[in-house]
């Protein structure tokens, strides 16, 4: 089988690396990938999706798998579809469950899918109205994308005042925080869910969680995610049917009603309060780092997994998963997540015990590569994973890992999994 990965990310790099080690897979295209990605295949610098989806034809791709969220939102699966390929992700129609927070609410809430009680918004007077019925911390999200920088945690009625009348005004935001939500706080911890959907049927992989904040013990500002683990004991078999039962089969129901019928990664934010599973967000695609780390634990062949799941036919396959655990550790570059910083030498040290070469490895992200050397170029360069029997040994590993990998402006946490361990 031939695969293309659309994207450029350790996400992409992740899924391409499994489809490498998978036997019914002959090539792989990334398009566009990134410094690293030649190591598993062939990168495309075709931008345009029209001429894309021609490569894809003349170049008879069997399958092709969307990473990133802009390329589903702007449509790539509806040009892909139309020319008769085999794509997995969602259409536009089905991509806007990420692309509004508005239209992810609303159909929260006409589905009776548990999240927390909101109000969205273009009018400053209800908004301030449902602010002060509110009590602190209070919740403030602009509506449009605004790459993860949309979200308010307000400590004070005040100051979620001040977030919306600068989101409403278009000066935090532009036209994406034209319409807000106001949202209450909800306090619990947080996961990452993921369900493979092809409209009717999923499947439910293990629960991870990310960490959001640049710095340890979830200080400093938010970031795409800094590190993640999975499977995590914070879930058990109830939390995971509550998953399946209240959230992934009304999605799935409610999309088919509104005519969207959602194909792709179901991408869930959960809050856990009190055991109960609360909707935050819904994106659309796998997260990044949590596919670097959710990828190595399947067992499935991944080219089945996703061409099953590209052509309806989730009901014949009996997915399988490793009975290991996975941690990844982000290692970002100097100025992240506020700037890009300047390309710097990746030098990674051998391994020499084999146990531990053998269970771990490096997802690529943001890198270069010139004259067959590797340089990190900004934002979240790559992410060390350790594969374990638990979830302390995978940790070790990864850190060990991290050891071994050098460039100029190296940055980290050195808490990722605490919650699992404590
Ligand atoms: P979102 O983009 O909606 O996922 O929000 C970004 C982050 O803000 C989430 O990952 C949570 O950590 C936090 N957050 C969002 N909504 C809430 C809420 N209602 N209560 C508590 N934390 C929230
Ligand atoms: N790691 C969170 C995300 O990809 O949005």
Do not use: W
């Not at 992810?104 to 927390?116: E, Q, R, V």
């Not at 308010?152 to 001040?162: C, G, L, Q, R």
């Not at 992989?205 to 999975?230: C, F, I, S, V, W």
């Not at 190296?410 to 999994?417: Q, W």
């Amino acid at each position: 089988m031939k695969v293309m990965v659309i994207g450029s990310g350790g996400r992409e790099f992740a899924i391409g690396r499994v489809l490498k080690q998978d036997p019914a897979v002959c090539e792989i295209f990334f398009a566009p990938g990134n410094g690293a990605t030649p190591m598993l295949g062939t990168n495309v610098a075709i931008k345009d999706y029209e001429e894309l989806a021609l490569f894809a034809v003349d170049n008879g791709i069997d399958l092709t798998i969307v990473g990133p969220e802009g390329p589903l939102s702007e449509g790539v699966v509806d040009v892909f579809k139309a020319k008769g390929l085999v794509i997995f992700g969602p259409s536009k129609a089905a991509a806007r469950l990420e692309g509004s927070k508005v239209y992810m609410k609303n159909f929260l809430a006409k589905y009776g899918i548990p999240t927390a009680r909101y109000i969205e918004t273009d009018h400053i007077g209800d908004a301030f109205k449902f602010i002060d019925s509110l009590t602190a911390p209070i919740v403030v999200k602009a509506d449009g994308l605004c790459a993860g920088k949309g979200v308010i945690i307000a400590m004070s009625h005040d100051e979620a005042k001040v977030a919306v009348s600068e989101m409403l005004s278009g000066k935090s935001f532009g036209d994406a925080g034209k319409r807000v939500v106001v949202e209450e706080f909800l306090d619990g911890y947080e996961l990452s869910m993921f369900a493979l959907c092809d409209g009717k049927d999923f499947i439910l992989l293990q629960a991870a969680q990310d960490h959001k904040r640049l710095l340890d013990n979830d200080e400093g500002p938010n970031t795409g995610g800094m590190g993640a683990y999975a499977p995590t004991p914070l879930v058990d078999d109830i939390i995971y049917e509550k998953v399946k039962d209240r959230i992934v089969r009304p999605t799935l129901a409610g999309m088919q009603e509104e005519g969207a019928p959602f194909e792709g990664v179901l991408f869930i934010g959960l809050m856990i309060v009190n055991g109960e599973p609360i909707t935050l967000e819904f994106n659309v695609r796998f997260g990044d780092p949590e596919c670097e780390i959710l990828m190595p634990l399947l067992k499935t062949p991944a080219s089945e997994l996703f061409y099953k799941a590209a052509t309806k036919q989730l009901n014949t396959l009996k997915v399988e998963f490793h009975d290991k655990y996975a941690v990844g550790v982000v290692m970002a570059s100097r100025d992240y997540p506020y700037s890009n910083s300047e390309p710097a030498e990746i030098i990674v040290d051998e391994i020499h015990h084999e146990e531990i070469a053998r269970n771990t490895h490096i997802a690529y992200a943001g890198v270069s590569s010139e004259d067959g050397k590797l340089y990190a170029t900004g934002g979240r360069v790559l992410v060390c994973v350790g594969i374990g029997d638990s979830i302390k040994e995978a940790r070790d590993r990864a850190y060990m890992l991290c050891g071994q990998v050098h460039y100029a402006g190296k940055k980290l946490r050195t808490d990722i999994a605490y919650q699992a361990l404590r």
